[in-house]
């Protein structure tokens, strides 16, 4: 069975850095393209940054220049740095495949920006 465990997240400032992980078991990781998602309170979850199995980086316009996303294969990990967080940045964060996300998600990571 496929478990994704995001860690990371907190409390920051405007402007502020956080560095978001994913551990992956229970599956083949190196195969996937992988990505971050987002939810914020009454809003859709939206996919904000994507890496495809062979590097390639994929941001949302609202992230782009802000977030890096990174993978370790050995390490079975996916990384999201965010840096110059914003207040919009604020919600839980869960990494999936994409397309064709696993059916089940991990419990997320919730990223606050607030002063």
């Known amino acids: 069975q496929v478990q994704l465990v995001e860690s990371g997240g907190g409390l920051v400032q405007p402007g502020g850095s956080l560095r978001l992980s994913c551990a992956v078991s229970?599956?083949?990781?190196?195969?996937?393209?992988m990505g971050w998602y987002r939810q914020a309170p009454g809003k859709q979850r939206e996919l904000v940054a994507l890496?495809?199995?062979?590097?390639?980086?994929t941001y949302a316009d609202s992230v782009k220049g802000r977030f890096t996303i990174s993978r370790d294969n050995g390490k079975r990990t996916v990384y999201l740095q965010m840096n110059s967080l914003k207040p919009e940045d604020t919600a839980v964060y869960y990494c999936?495949?994409?397309?064709?996300?696993?059916?089940?998600w991990g419990q997320g990571t919730q990223v606050t920006v607030s002063s």
């Open positions: 999936n495949k994409d397309p064709n996300p696993f059916g089940s």
């Open positions: 229970g599956t083949i990781f190196s195969i996937f393209d």
């Open positions: 890496i495809s199995s062979g590097g390639r980086h």
